[in-house]
């Protein structure tokens, strides 16, 4: 199939009409880094045998089942950083020690901290807690979930806002009416501008504190490789909040990853090629080889791909030169979805919900991957852009807002239901598989 030309950027915000995007951040994002600071002064002043800590988060591992990374910020490094960790009111504790790696980005430097858990059983209940000598913090909840059982998840969208309140409203909604969420995964352009140190603190203060009792699944997004100037960079910041599980790359760490929890296997695919490609490539070439190898390895019920950029390309009002077709990544992924087996595609970019069913072969079919375009969950709307493609099932209601979804691995079930912010459901997709292989 011949690729068919991507819009860029700015060519795609003409075309939204003037969507809401601040470059270089809100007055929120501002806030949270004023206000939060002050803040934290007073703490410490407060309780001085409290450990500095910011932006507490736990990452997924490759086997949360037995794993937990975790990692915050400081304004200096701490020689004794350490986590602490325990089953749930037990007294035995164990320790391991925090790395001390000085980043400095957008003008500001800070101390990241990163500690792995290792040696955890399956579905248990833990608390961990941050130390520094003679500081320490408070005990925080930590769940292991059982090798191969039931377990429920949240998948935001893109959450890159002007103003993060919106963000924050949609993601404390989720988790608040959705507390027993084993984990959640962030579908990509987190934030708008990826230097912008500003979103990145809006972005983690949003988030607290289901991100220091729930592990994190970042997929990264175009809008991570942004500089302040909106020229295309390497995505720094992005790989050095979230220390995600190695995949074995030299050249791109932390660029994609893979992971188990409970009877499914996650693959998280990168889509940023072209905004890589000047600095070095191989990008692609190397998650093609990289991804039939690591699904072979895994013996769970589902195989779940996750990416940013759609597969499908989707005709724009008053553009009729553009046609419905697939987008290069589709024709690039698709055949190895259908190779592989894959059971559900979800990917974001586009800021709005489709449900397209199950496809193969680039046709509906019933034995192909269900594939989902997982919507918007910040500020930032094109509203009445898109023509609705042939291929989509579902759609969210026009004009959109935001929206969130609940996946969801129950028996031999996996369901996928899109939600409104206030809860609503709007959709629900459900597929059953009687075989497990292990």
């Known amino acids: 199939m011949k690729n068919q030309h991507k819009i860029n950027r700015r060519t795609f915000l003409k075309l939204a009409g003037g969507a809401a995007v601040i470059a270089g951040g809100g007055f929120l994002a501002q806030r949270f880094d004023v206000f939060g600071r002050a803040a934290k002064r007073l703490d410490k002043m407060a309780n001085p045998r409290k450990i500095e800590a910011d932006f507490v988060r736990q990452i997924i591992t490759r086997d949360p089942s037995s794993s937990r990374t975790i990692m915050w910020q400081s304004e200096a490094a701490e020689s004794a950083a350490a986590v602490e960790w325990r089953e749930k009111d037990a007294q035995a504790v164990r320790r391991a020690a925090a790395t001390n790696e000085d980043f400095t980005d957008d003008g500001r430097a800070a101390v990241l901290h990163v500690a792995g858990i290792e040696g955890l059983t399956p579905g248990r209940r833990y608390e961990y807690r941050l130390v520094n000598g003679e500081e320490a913090s408070e005990w925080r909840p930590l769940t292991t979930p059982a090798e191969r059982g039931d377990f429920k998840a949240l998948i935001f969208p893109d959450s890159q806002s002007s103003d993060y309140s919106v963000w924050r409203d949609v993601a404390q909604g989720a988790w608040q009416r959705n507390r027993d969420a084993g984990f959640f995964v962030n579908m990509g352009d987190l934030v708008d501008n990826g230097e ?67 009877s499914c296997h996650f693959a998280v695919l990168n889509t940023q090629m072209d905004e890589v490609a000047d600095f070095k490539q191989g990008l692609l070439e190397e998650q093609l080889a990289w991804l039939p190898k690591d699904m072979e390895k895994s ?93 989509d099932e579902a759609v969210a209601p026009q004009p959109e807002t935001d929206n969130y979804l609940v996946l969801e691995a129950k028996d031999a079930q996996l369901a996928v239901e899109c939600f409104l912010p206030d809860g609503t459901r709007i959709d629900r997709v459900e597929m059953v598989k009687r075989h497990l292989f292990m």
């Open 196 to 262: 912008d140190h500003t979103q990145w603190d809006a972005w983690l203060s949003a988030v607290a504190p289901m991100i220091e009792r729930i592990p994190f699944a970042p997929v990264m997004g175009n809008h991570e490789t942004y500089d302040r100037n909106w020229q295309v960079r390497l995505p720094e910041a992005y790989l050095q909040e979230f220390a995600v599980p190695d995949n074995g790359s030299e050249a791109f760490s932390r660029y994609y990853y893979s992971f188990d929890y409970g």
């Open 299 to 391: 013996r769970k019920r589902w195989k779940i791909a996750l990416l940013h950029k759609d597969v499908l390309q989707y005709r724009i009002h008053d553009r009729p030169e553009r046609k419905e077709g697939f987008s290069y990544f589709g024709e690039v992924f698709m055949p190895v979805f259908d190779a592989l087996g894959i059971d559900l595609v979800l990917t974001a970019h586009l800021h709005t919900y489709r449900n397209r069913g199950h496809i193969e072969a680039f046709r509906r079919s019933p034995k192909g991957s269900v594939y989902i375009l997982t919507g918007v969950a910040g500020d930032v709307r094109y509203p009445n852009l898109w023509v609705d493609h042939a291929l």
